[in-house]
């Protein structure tokens, strides 16, 4: 289960510009005989914070290191503003990147490191110093400017970095895994802290990540990618209320699917004949396929209703064993198995047994599950 989607990110007070700002055009990485990445074409808006979010392998930090220019390309193009910038070394573009490890010098203080890459690039000792300032003003670490990375919180280090990343003003800013080395507790924490400096400042984001979390609470848009492809792009609520496919469904948070055959195909209703539900899945919408077509139905824990008492057989509706139970405070989480061996996840705020005055159901009791026929989302791959 997700927690809330928050709303699309832009900077602030910015109207995002509809116009293309990045292009990334039939964008092919082989080593060997393997398809890092596998023709992706993706479009980024200017302002925009666009997620990168996979499994491990998946080619999601080969992609951010093309566009950083520590790779090339086998096929393809990669256009910011207006310019190729495919064949241009690193140094000579106009991104920079944030790692997960920070990549922080240990002797130089927190002022010194945000001022490196200004010094490289030779600016005015006025500027820098200004540049600078700016930095430790936005991250709000000025009172830590002489202090050593080793004498910082992750949090504080993260912070560090993402200030030297952002003084030379990058029209682009990459961040590989910019929260992978803090604590579940503390990456909640920064998640907003990062995504505010990112609106204060209006830059252009990438970032890729493997925490679904991470990517629903600070994106704008999502692009999943699987074996080099990329599978589907939306907005956090796109993504996880309407996936393209089952990798997508299963990835972004939690869901039950049903496979089956189509038995009945209308324009108001469709109905699929389950094995695994012991019955038919009603749908109260048509879908694009023919009787007899194979099909799967997501269906997300939160929306399957969990209860008590006899049971009348009838659509999305089975009746089962609790074979586990995951109490999380709010919530609980119930793992019921059906007569199929299908293992059904059904989320129940801990408050409704209390307002029915009634127990919670207990493990090996018999329940009954069901839902509505708005909810499923049926996927055809």
């Excluded at 009172?143 to 990375?149: E, I």
């Excluded at 695994?276 to 077509?293: F, S």
Aim: aromatic letters at 6%.
């Amino acid at each position: 289960m997700m927690d809330a989607v928050a709303q699309p990110k832009t900077a602030a007070g910015a109207q995002v510009d509809e116009k293309p700002y990045l292009q990334i055009a039939g964008i092919v990485k082989k080593f060997g005989d393997h398809f890092a990445v596998d023709h992706v074409d993706l479009t980024i808006r200017r302002h925009e914070i666009f997620a990168l979010l996979g499994s491990s392998g998946c080619g999601k930090s080969t992609l951010l290191r093309m566009l950083a220019g520590m790779e090339r390309p086998t096929a393809g193009k990669i256009i910011l503003d207006g310019q190729d910038i495919t064949a241009l070394a690193p140094y000579d573009r106009p991104i920079n990147m944030m790692f997960q490890s920070y990549a922080l010098f240990p002797h130089m203080t927190v002022e010194q490191n945000i001022a490196f890459g200004l010094k490289q690039d030779r600016l005015p000792k006025d500027q820098i110093a200004a540049r600078v300032t700016e930095m430790l003003d936005l991250v709000q670490l000025r009172k830590f400017a002489s202090r050593k990375p080793y004498q910082l919180s992750g949090g504080q280090q993260q912070r560090v970095a993402l200030a030297r990343s952002l003084a030379k003003r990058p029209k682009l800013l990459l961040l590989d895994e910019p929260l992978g080395a803090l604590d579940k507790k503390l990456r909640q924490q920064t998640q907003l802290e990062l995504v505010n400096t990112l609106e204060t400042v209006g830059v252009t984001c990438i970032m890729v990540t493997h925490d679904q979390e991470e990517a629903m609470t600070m994106a704008s848009r999502i692009g999943i990618m699987s074996e080099g492809r990329l599978l589907q792009v939306g907005t956090p609520t796109e993504i996880y209320d309407f996936p393209n496919c089952r990798f997508t469904a299963e990835f972004i948070g939690e869901t039950n699917i049903f496979g089956g055959q189509v038995v009945v195909d209308e324009p108001h209703c469709v109905e699929i004949e389950s094995a695994e539900l012991g019955g038919r899945i009603q749908i109260d919408h048509g879908i694009t396929g023919p009787k007899g077509m194979q099909v799967w139905a997501s269906i997300r824990p939160e929306d399957v209703r969990l209860d008590r008492g006899e049971f009348t057989p009838a659509p999305n509706a089975a009746r089962g064993k609790i074979e586990d139970i995951a109490y999380l405070g709010s919530y609980s989480i119930y793992h019921v198995r059906l007569p199929s061996g299908k293992v059904v996840k059904s989320v129940v705020p801990s408050s409704r047994w209390y307002e029915a005055g009634e127990e919670p159901p207990t493990w090996g009791e018999s329940v009954n599950i069901r839902w509505r026929p708005d909810l499923p989302v049926v996927l055809t791959m």
